[in-house]
């Protein structure tokens, strides 16, 4: 377990709401994936589809966003939803809001890792699982409870943490994988820190070059598809799902929580908003910026990135005004 868990009573946090004196929750989950007995919430009408489908008993919402939520479902009214989630995270999770370093690192006892190969300074936490054929570069740390498949190469001073890692997986020198995301929550008095409890979790076949960093989920996880690649200095952020077979160059950038599908090619130093749904079979230009979804099969460009059809004609009326 990544993370500490506390059973909460909602009774207790909500005595006006005329909750069951026993009533316990089990986790907080989005409403796509809540199931009966977790606490999910609703703050954007974008969600409105998955608040109608969702299976959770009790959502943190607002008076806006009520009405799309089922009748039957206990609904928590308040002003700012994030706010709300992020006091109700900290009291069942505890310390999720700061990464604090990992006290159980130590160096490997090679009995307990046979078939692993380690260089030299290299640090394992407690309950760390790594595969047979695996190699971990020196100076590199593997912290608690990450899973690491079989045949994974990971390179030097690469530092991961509540990851779960499929089999052959390259991770190449200098990555950053499973550190909090950058999540703030402001208000007029100062910025709240949101806690990030969520894992990342690396498909089989993936290969990771130098110097990427990619955020743990918020809540839910943050994926990488089977027998995608990605290049240098790539940044995922918190919740990004990118889909299988993607191909995705030096210096993109993913904001949190969108959803790449499969097949999907982004050309060098493109830049993905947060919240987006990108289809399967899509390409992006490189140096584009993408600010709304995109549909399967599209070729897009520029800022904001078009369909490269509307693009070209862009570029061409502007080089005939100059």
Known sequence: MFFKRKKI????LYPNLNFKKDYIINEIKPLHTAEKNDLTFFDSI???????????????????????????INKIIVN??????????????LKADIDYPDKTLKKPIKKNYKNV???????????VKIGKDSEIGANSIIEHDVVLGKKCIIGHNVVIKNTIIGDNVVIQDGNKIGQKGFGFIPLKEKNIKFPHVGKVIIMDNVEIAAG????????????????????NQVHVAHNVKIGNDCMIAGQVGFAGSTSIGDNVSIGGQAGVSGHLKIGNNVKI???????????????????????????LKRNKNNNEQN
């Open 9 to 12: 009573n909602l009774y207790k």
């Open 46 to 72: 974008k969600y409105k589809l998955a608040a109608r489908n969702t299976k959770s008993k009790t959502c943190i919402t607002t008076k806006k966003l009520e009405s799309f939520l089922p009748k039957e």
């Open 80 to 93: 700012n939803v994030l706010f709300e989630l992020s006091s109700v995270l900290n009291k069942i999770y």
């Open 117 to 127: 190969k380690f260089g030299n300074n290299v640090f394992i936490g407690k309950n």
């Open 212 to 231: 990427c960093t990619i955020d743990r989920g918020s809540v839910s996880d943050t994926i990488i598809g089977k027998n995608t690649y990605l290049d």
């Open 285 to 311: 230009g490189g140096g584009s910026g993408v600010v709304k979804d995109i549909e399967d099969g599209q070729i897009v460009m520029g800022y904001p990135a078009v369909q490269l059809k509307d693009f």
